[in-house]
């Protein structure tokens, strides 16, 4: 099998991976147990918005995908500025937030929501998803149920380091992001060069780890490890990121 800059995965509890193959503008399909790789969405290096199934579905540089535990997947579309579903069942892509023709930072409904460059996505298994618009510096959450989009934390055009809660936290170009089962959200802010927490009853942003502009590879706790421009993030389920 070959890929061409394949970025972010996520399994369907089925022992299948879905893969974004974003320079190759598709989402591939892993059987674990044999290895098998076909491909699940889109057309080898065919770039565009198009909903379809299968090869017929079109995608513009997919960077994440998350799995919602109830048989879809969904892509962060990054340079189409939007978030695609797939229905694992049947291949259906369909654009479920945003417009490709639509840049923006506009909280909304489904089309009405507009985002900058879509790059991690992330799914609390509780009915909602959670976005990194990155070029906007924000973290943006939508309730999959009324595919309400809603500016989570960060203020959009607003880079920085500040630890704070909503709209008074400040990201620098965060890429990926995860949830945990405890109530919390990581981000890998990757600019900064840290990982922050965000409570989700709260909306409360910290730096759990890693030092605000300083980039480096030094083993510590908390402010004294360094990273350099760290862009994923994924948790074990037993308290380890």
Avoid: W
Wanted: hydrophobic share 40%; net charge negative; charged share 15%.
């Amino acid at each position: 099998a070959r890929f061409y800059y394949p970025d972010g995965l996520a399994s369907d509890g089925a022992g299948n991976l879905y893969v974004a193959d974003s320079a190759n503008n598709e989402i591939r399909k892993v059987v674990i147990a044999t290895g098998a790789v076909t491909t699940f969405a889109g057309a080898i290096q065919h770039q565009g918005s198009g909903d379809g199934i299968g090869a017929d579905a079109r995608f513009f540089s997919p960077l994440k995908v998350a799995s919602d535990g109830a048989g879809n997947l969904f892509v962060a579309d990054m340079v189409n500025a939007t978030v695609r579903k797939i229905v694992i069942a049947t291949g259906a892509v369909t654009t479920f937030l945003g417009s490709s023709t639509n840049s923006g930072s506009d909280d909304g409904i489904g089309a009405a929501a507009s985002f900058g460059y879509v790059m991690g996505i992330a799914s609390d298994g509780a009915g909602n998803l959670f976005i990194t618009d990155s070029s906007h510096c924000t973290i943006r959450k939508a309730v999959i149920a009324t595919r309400t989009v809603t500016t989570f934390a960060g203020l959009a055009g607003s880079t920085g380091t500040t630890d704070g809660t909503g709209a008074d936290a400040r990201f620098h170009y965060p890429s990926d992001l995860v949830t945990d089962s405890a109530g919390n959200l990581f981000v890998a802010d990757t600019t900064n060069h840290t990982i922050r927490k965000i409570v989700l009853a709260t909306g409360a942003v910290t730096t759990l780890a890693g030092s605000p502009g300083n980039a480096g590879a030094a083993d510590g706790t908390g402010a004294d490890a360094l990273f350099d421009s760290p862009y994923g993030v994924a948790g074990d389920g037993a308290g380890n990121l």
